[in-house]
Nanobody
């Protein structure tokens, strides 16, 4: 059974940094599409950063220049380095992964939710002003 587990969330002051990690287990594919999403109560889940098997990355405009998505040394790990955090970055952060990715599954953006079959339970990030 495939499991996705996020870690690294916490509380920081504005301007601080956090590094989120995502590990997938029970995966049988050679490589994957990865994405980080975030959600606050009452709002839709929004895409933050994504990377494809070739290493191509994409970022939401709100995090460009501050967040970096990267793959780990092993194929089952991805990170999200978050710098210069702002109070508006406060959210539950979710890791998502899929062997085919959002476009091959019929989506038209990196942030198509149904483009990722495997999701973690989320890790909370809180940024205080």
């Amino acid at each position: 059974q495939t499991q996705v587990v996020e870690s690294g969330g916490g509380s920081v002051e504005a301007g601080g940094s956090l590094r989120l990690a995502c590990v997938v287990s029970g995966y049988r594919y050679d490589d994957y599409y990865w994405a980080w999403f975030r959600q606050t109560p009452g709002k839709e889940r929004e895409g933050v950063a994504a990377v494809d098997p070739d290493g191509n990355t994409n970022y939401a405009d709100s995090v460009k220049g501050r967040f970096t998505i990267s793959k780990g040394d092993t194929k089952n790990t991805v990170y999200l380095q978050m710098n210069s955090l702002k109070p508006e970055d406060t959210a539950m952060y979710f890791c998502a992964t899929d062997p085919w990715g959002p476009f091959r599954r019929g989506g038209d953006t990196w942030w198509t939710l149904f483009g990722y079959n495997y999701w973690g339970q989320g890790t909370q990030v809180t940024v205080s002003s």
